[in-house]
């Protein structure tokens, strides 16, 4: 089921299963992804780090990210753009920016739980029901059925990640900063560069890493840095020396002592590897 409104927002709901899954690998420009398996054993790698995912986990997934199938059972697809709904713009209305998208080199992955998945399915099934509905004030009640899902996600990643251990100001914080890595990456590698552009101190960032028990805040940039070498090395035909400059390295000896230091091996053996 698909909406598309005049002005280029598009929204869609799919039930996917091994038949359709290619669905999964063609999201389109500025578009983001929320995934509810509905079943067990849904074997995909995404950015070639391989995942099983069972009934009821949801991922959530941005045009970025590589996947590739292995198999699929079931899962419901949402997928809307940012002319149907921006999160950055409207980032006080559901708070997912840095949590759910643009902020984290892992995979967001929520585990919803029994008091959960009721309130879930019931929004669904209302979100079912709008999308055939053709009055003019579809695309309103769309993207308000849109937010209670995003919000209700982002509460409970944060219940499952140690953000209640944070105040409000320094979950926001945090939030910012994985932003700015997505955002930055490439140009900034170093905590201390986004600890200006927060107005912080290095060590205001570390101590909050550390209460969330969670990588360091260098280790999170270097982890985003290493995702995107792998995704370009694996399905690019750029040589190893741009690659390096395109992350912001000065040369391709930097950039492969870094990649080299993380993952073991080469950039160039690793590409002859995958």
């Not at 997934?61 to 996947?67: D, L, P, Q, S």
């Not at 003019?136 to 990640?161: A, D, G």
């Not at 028990?213 to 040589?239: C, H, M, V, W």
Request: glycine share 4%; proline share 3%.
């Amino acid at each position: 089921m698909e909406y598309r409104g005049k002005n280029g927002e598009y929204f869609e709901l799919v039930t996917i299963n091994q038949s359709n899954c290619d669905i999964l690998k063609s999201s389109g420009n500025n578009q983001l992804s929320l995934l509810w398996f509905t079943s067990d054993l849904n074997h995909l790698s995404i950015d070639l780090v391989p995942y099983t995912l069972n009934k009821n986990k949801i991922i959530c997934v941005t045009e970025f990210h590589m996947i590739e199938i292995e198999k699929i059972h079931e899962l419901k697809l949402l997928r809307f753009n940012k002319p149907f709904y921006c999160i950055l713009d409207h980032d006080s209305e559901v708070g997912c920016k840095g949590i759910l998208y643009y902020g984290s080199p892992s995979l967001p992955i929520i585990d919803i739980i029994d008091s959960d998945i009721e309130i879930l399915e019931s929004v669904w099934k209302v979100l079912l029901i709008e999308m055939k509905s053709q009055d003019s004030l579809q695309l309103e009640m769309l993207q308000m059925i849109l937010k209670r899902i995003l919000i209700l996600c982002t509460r409970i990643y944060k219940t499952q990640n140690n953000f209640q251990s944070l105040d409000k100001a320094y979950v926001n914080i945090v939030r910012e900063f994985n932003f700015l890595v997505e955002r930055h990456f490439k140009e900034f590698h170093s905590v201390v560069e986004y600890a200006n552009l927060l107005n912080k101190a290095p060590k205001t960032l570390s101590n909050l890493f550390k209460k969330l028990g969670n990588k360091t805040p260098l280790q999170f940039i270097q982890n985003r840095l290493l995702i995107e070498a792998i995704r370009l090395l694996k399905y690019s035909d750029k040589s190893i020396s741009d690659i390096g400059y395109d992350l912001g390295f000065s040369d391709v000896q930097s950039f492969s002592r870094f990649f080299k230091k993380q993952k073991g091996y080469s950039p160039n053996e690793y590409r002859l590897s995958s």
